[in-house]
């Protein structure tokens, strides 16, 4: 009679086996691939993100696609206004001289030529105007070792497959458990979980770390252009104001000239793009250069599990 009453329960389990037993062996499987994403991040890492030295010096609108993309037009446009060559309205009130042409980015020569055909000032307009040189200039920080470009994300993508691996595991016996009628609650909260590291162990950051020591150095350098110490940029040079808006964003524009960032409809001390503190955009780095947060993904089934109400 028990015989038999221990083969009848374990038929009913989903593939013969009970939902804590799953749930425990599912738990452990996943913190291992965890464990594997994050060796294979670190190792990619590794390989596409040497400590190199910074190279050269790079231009204020250069440095301000570090930050974000919106911001080498701020920087442009303060590169206009600070030589003279746009009025208070964004409209040009004289062509650039050859002397000039060489101090001004290629963006902001692009921006001139595009303020001079319209009479519209936003950010949308000069965005799409100065597309095409802010993609060029985008490409070519990612070859000089700036930013992560297609590439190297590629490459990262690869840290996701030991989770991914797990997460199909976890949809196969789910689609299962779901159709013996098991509940599958607990297996459901921890393919959440893991879903949810799968996408951080695989996201790129926007810089690499010789990104992020060149936005340190160049802020370390020019703590005199910060908006809070209230600087006379012409003090400084013509291109100083485009230094200061890539490295702090658009409050520089209202502190230059009020009337110019009213006319180009900019949030007053916006940063122009949404900058985070570590200067890396979107995503600051971690100690493996990751750009993320690291996500926690223990879990545990303690004794409330009972019968098959863990993994199906």
């Known amino acids: 009679m028990v015989h038999g009453t221990v083969t009848a329960a374990a038929a009913t389990n989903t593939w013969g086996i009970s939902g804590p037993a799953f749930l425990l062996f599912y738990v452990i499987a996943g913190l291992l691939a965890i464990a594997a994403g994050y060796a294979i991040r670190a190792s990619v890492l590794r390989r596409i993100d040497p400590a190199w030295p910074p190279a050269g010096s790079l231009t204020p609108s250069e440095t301000a696609l570090l930050v974000d993309d919106r911001r080498p037009v701020l920087a442009a446009l303060a590169q206009l206004r600070g030589h003279g060559i746009i009025d208070s309205s964004g409209k040009p009130v004289r062509p ?135 600087p006379a940029y012409a003090a400084y040079g013509a291109g100083s104001a485009a230094l200061a808006v890539a490295l702090y964003g658009s409050l520089v524009l209202w502190t230059l000239d009020p009337a110019l960032a009213g006319a180009a409809d900019l949030a007053a001390g916006a940063s122009g793009g949404g900058s985070s503190s570590c200067g890396s955009g979107s995503s600051c780095g971690t100690s493996d250069s990751g750009g993320g947060s690291s996500c926690g993904s223990s879990s545990s089934c303690g004794s409330s599990c009972g019968g098959g109400g863990c993994g199906g």
Do not use: C
């Open 96 to 230: 650039y001289s050859a002397g000039e042409a060489s101090d001004l980015d290629q963006i902001s020569r692009t921006l001139w030529a595009s303020l001079s055909r319209s009479d519209q000032l936003n950010m949308t307009s000069m965005l799409v105007a100065t597309a095409g040189v802010t993609d060029r200039m985008r490409k070519d920080l990612s070859y000089r070792g700036y930013l992560f470009g297609d590439q190297q994300r590629k490459a990262l993508r690869t840290a996701r497959f030991p989770l991914f691996a797990v997460l199909l595991l976890g949809l196969a016996r789910l689609i299962a458990g779901v159709a013996s009628h098991h509940s599958v609650v607990f297996l459901v909260i921890v393919m959440i979980v893991l879903d949810v590291v799968t996408i951080v162990v695989g996201r790129a950051p926007r810089l690499t770390r010789r990104g992020r020591d060149t936005i340190e150095q160049a802020r370390s350098n020019n703590l005199h252009l910060r908006p809070a110490n209230a």
